[in-house]
């Protein structure tokens, strides 16, 4: 069965303190990575899909590294606005096209 | 970008009526979309999976009875809450799209 776990639960960093999110996965042939970002009342909002260990992606601060077993999410001089929580999510190759396994997320505080 | 808007974005009905929740595709056309359901501090947990012109696909646990989905046209799926209790309250999520999903903003749903 296809798991997704992520670590920390909950993370407060000060405003430029730098440090990683890891999403480990258990799937039966990956097909994607994708990584989300949530604000408090909203929709997730789409960072960054990772296909194959050895890839990585970067948008501004974020950057995302997968490996066969895990994937993390670093984070370099955080701003407050950064402050949300991040959610990692897999596709493997037997779920039905589409479909996607989200893991508990991370909460991440950023504090100016 | 491919955008989703769901609406409404917070609801309280009575115990005992339906609610109707819309999600839909602006700027493309979906064939699938997904409904989540996300509790307090929890991640999301697919509901069910919505086929344009067809049955949706309900995840084990969801009451098929109780959440219709209806999926008439490629840019429209709706998912409606029939008589609802005070434990349907939670946060809903539509989605849409392939790889790098678009999700939609969200509806509170609080049934008193």
């Known amino acids: 069965e296809d798991q997704v776990t992520q670590s920390p639960e909950a993370l407060r960093l000060q405003e430029g303190e730098s440090s990683s999110l890891n999403c480990s996965y258990t799937v039966s042939g990956l097909r994607g990575l994708f990584w989300y970002r949530q604000d408090p009342g909203k929709g997730p909002e789409f960072l960054f899909t990772?296909?194959?260990a050895g890839e990585e992606k970067e948008k501004e601060r974020l950057k995302a590294t997968l490996t066969k077993k895990e994937s993390f999410l670093h984070i370099t001089a955080p701003k407050p606005e950064d402050s949300a929580t991040y959610l990692c999510?897999?596709?493997?190759?037997?779920?039905?096209?589409?479909?996607?396994?989200f893991g508990p997320g991370t909460s991440l505080s950023v504090i100016p | 970008g491919a955008v989703v808007s769901q609406h409404p974005s917070w609801v309280i009905c009575k115990s005992g009526t339906s609610v109707k929740i819309e999600c839909r595709s602006l700027d493309f056309q979906a064939t699938t979309m997904f409904w989540y359901r996300q509790f307090p501090k929890q991640s999301l947990m697919l509901m069910a999976t919505s086929n344009e012109g067809s049955k949706a696909t309900y995840e084990q646990g969801v009451e098929k009875d109780k959440f219709l989905i209806n999926h008439a046209s490629l840019t429209l799926s709706t998912l409606t809450v029939t008589s609802a209790h005070p434990e349907d309250s939670s946060f809903y999520i539509c989605s849409a799209g392939g790889y790098g999903y678009t999700f939609g903003s969200g509806t509170r749903l609080t049934v008193v």
């Open positions: 999510a897999v596709q493997g190759a037997e779920t039905s096209y589409d479909k996607v396994i």
């Open positions: 990772l296909y194959s």
